[in-house]
Nanobody, 126 residues
Framework: QVQLVESGGGLVQAGGSLRLSCAAS?????????MGWSRQAPGKEREIVAA????????YYTDSVKGRFTVSRDNAKNTVYLQMNSLKPEDTAVYYC??????????????????WGQGTLVTVAS
């Protein structure tokens, strides 16, 4: 089992930045799992926005966040981050941290991760 706890959400003006953090515990963090972030806006399906493999050598971003969001991980701290810059009102959503044994591209294709956190709300005001 893997337990995931997100933090860092909040209210920000359009054009601003936020950094989300996800602390993982349980099974060996770095050697087993890719990590990722998904989001779900009101009335919309959950989508994978970014994912990173265990070494950090492979990443995935959905098109709408490319060039604005950066996913990274610190395996020594069992933590994954999502740096969000140039935020737009359409980025408003609950953001969930996830973990899965697959690769970032396969995670994006399936839109599924085995473990999920509780989520943190990001609100971008226009």
């Amino acid at each position: 089992q893997v337990q995931l706890v997100e933090s860092g959400g909040g209210l920000v003006q359009a054009g601003g930045s936020l950094r989300l953090s996800c602390a993982a515990s349980g099974r060996t963090f770095s050697s087993v799992y890719s990590m990722g972030w998904s989001r779900q806006a009101p009335g919309k399906e959950r989508e994978i926005v970014a994912a990173i493999n265990w070494s950090g050598s492979s990443t995935y971003y959905t098109d709408s966040v490319k060039g604005r969001f950066t996913v990274s991980r610190d395996n020594a701290k069992n933590t994954v981050y999502l740096q969000m810059n140039s935020l737009k009102p359409e980025d408003t959503a609950v953001y969930y941290c996830g973990a899965d044994s697959s690769t970032p591209r396969r995670i994006a294709a399936s839109n599924i991760m085995t473990y999920w956190g509780q989520g943190t709300l990001v609100t971008v005001a226009s």
